[in-house]
């Protein structure tokens, strides 16, 4: 039986209110409904990216400049020591046969940091015996103390109970002494440490300097030690060899075992990122070994990411510098201590924690005094110094050949160090565009040399002020 048709003028309550005729309210509605949904689904996606995959930087161009959409960056770097990811790595001085839940106290502590937009990274050690004031975790100073026992202050002694343990403890104290905030550790006692390495499959390390301990203990408890030796060249280590090559001091001294531990980290690093990180039983046999065998507060979805991020950065764009040349005995307490020279401290900081792409170029500067002022050369290597420019790249002629000049100029001698003379000619003040190519008429008495960047300090010249003092970190 069929209905006979509605009247043309009949009205529908529902989704049409004419035959034939849209409902433009309810299609508008909708498709606000699906803008909304894009942009919560844009707004979520590029959050998760920028959290999980640090320097991948997602763009959705369509959203991408609306509020609360994470529409990437163009960075070429880090510019502060905040858009660093600080991760701080703490080995724990507990042997073999030691009990799992006594105090101990850290013989490694090594700030790792990435620059998630240039892809570089870097390692700073800072011996375990550096005098620092230790806070109180109520904006007060507990004592001063060597930076080895935060960890046992906070975990099991005198400051158990502060907020977040004992590493939240020395990330503090790292942070109020160094001015480097840290947003991660990872804590490691000696058998982590060789569980890691053999579930590698051992590591290839190459040995710079002669070592060598006649009675060598790995354990507390036991009368079994032994010699060990390591001769310079390149040696294939499990992990109690390893561990070995990292503890040993009888023949040199801390310093040395310092530079022994950067280079098991790096060849750590090296057979890590040989890995296939698509091959899924390895990957989680590796993830596995690490769970278990490392305290940690980084999130276990975040994992893959700095691992990717890890693999892009590589081996050849991790610099490791130790702040032991700031370092000096001091006599102030019964213990072997360190006190450390403020200003020196920064420049070695400056190497790892400024600008990544300055790091990266190394480019050498001569910095020649065209002035009347004695000593400016060394007044503005001193800058650069604690900027990022190690003593190595910088030469200084405080005469300019007895000439002397009314302008400052910043040289790219080759044209191949862009960013280094760029960055220069912004620390003296000197307008945008202002650097000039080796082939510039203006740079023709300044090419006898074997710098990159020639810097000649006219009388124009205003050395900026803060040359230290927490300007260099951020670029």
Not at 192 to 200: K, M, S, V
Not at 352 to 369: H, K, T
Not at 449 to 472: I, K, M, R
């Amino acid at each position: 039986m069929t209905k006979d048709p509605l009247p043309e003028d009949t009205e529908y309550t529902g989704a049409y209110r004419h035959r034939g005729h849209f409902n433009f309210p309810l299609i508008a509605g909708i498709f606000a409904f699906a803008l909304l949904s894009l942009y919560a689904f844009a707004a979520m996606a590029t959050q998760i990216d920028d959290d999980l995959l640090p320097g991948n930087e997602l763009r959705i161009p369509i959203v991408q400049a609306l509020p609360g959409i994470d529409g990437g960056s163009d960075k070429d770097r880090a510019e502060t020591i905040d858009e660093r990811i600080n991760i701080l790595l703490l080995g724990l001085d507990q042997r073999l046969d030691d009990a799992s839940d006594e105090p101990y106290r850290t013989d490694s502590v090594v700030i790792f940091t990435i620059d998630p937009f240039a892809k570089t990274a870097g390692a700073f050690s800072i011996p375990r015996d550096t005098l620092v004031e230790i806070p109180d975790g109520n904006g007060g100073i507990y004592s001063q103390n060597r930076i080895n026992v935060a960890y046992e202050m906070g975990e099991y002694t005198t400051l158990r109970g502060y907020p977040g343990g004992g590493a939240q403890l020395v990330m503090d104290t790292i942070d109020h002494n160094f001015g480097i905030p840290i947003d991660y550790y990872v804590v490691m006692n000696w058998a982590n440490f060789i569980e890691i390495i053999d579930e590698l499959g051992g590591i290839d390390v190459t040995i710079e300097r002669y070592a060598y301990d006649p009675a060598y203990a790995d354990c507390s408890f036991c009368y079994d030690v032994y010699p060990v030796e390591f001769v310079p060249g390149m040696e294939h280590m499990d992990g109690l060899r390893a561990l070995a090559y990292a503890r040993i001091r009888k023949s040199d001294d801390d310093f040395r075992r310092i530079e022994r531990q950067q280079a098991v980290m790096q060849a750590v690093a090296r057979k890590a990122l040989t890995l296939n990180l698509f091959d899924v039983g390895k990957a989680k046999s590796l993830y596995d070994q690490y769970t278990q065998s490392v305290r940690t507060n980084i999130p276990a979805i975040k994992v893959p990411g700095l691992a990717l991020l890890a693999k892009q950065v590589g081996l050849n764009n991790l610099r490791t510098v130790s702040a032991a040349a700031a370092t000096y005995p001091c006599d102030c307490g019964p213990a072997a201590v360190l006190s450390w020279d403020p200003v020196k401290f920064e420049e070695l900081k400056a190497q790892v924690f400024s600008d990544s792409i300055l790091i990266q170029e190394y480019a050498r500067v001569e910095v020649l005094n065209g002035t009347v002022v004695p000593e400016l050369a060394g007044d503005f290597a001193g800058i650069l110094r604690g900027r990022g420019v190690s003593s190595e790249q910088i030469l200084i002629d405080e005469y300019a050949d007895g000439l002397l000049y009314d302008t400052t100029i910043v040289i790219d001698v080759n044209n191949n160090a862009d960013h280094t003379a760029s960055r220069v000619a912004e620390w003296l003040g000197l307008p945008e565009g202002s650097v000039i190519s080796g082939s510039d008429t203006r740079a023709a008495n300044f090419l006898d040399t074997s710098a990159e960047v020639v810097v000649v300090l006219g009388a124009d010249v205003h050395l900026p002020l803060g040359s230290f003092a927490g300007t260099q970190t951020g670029g």
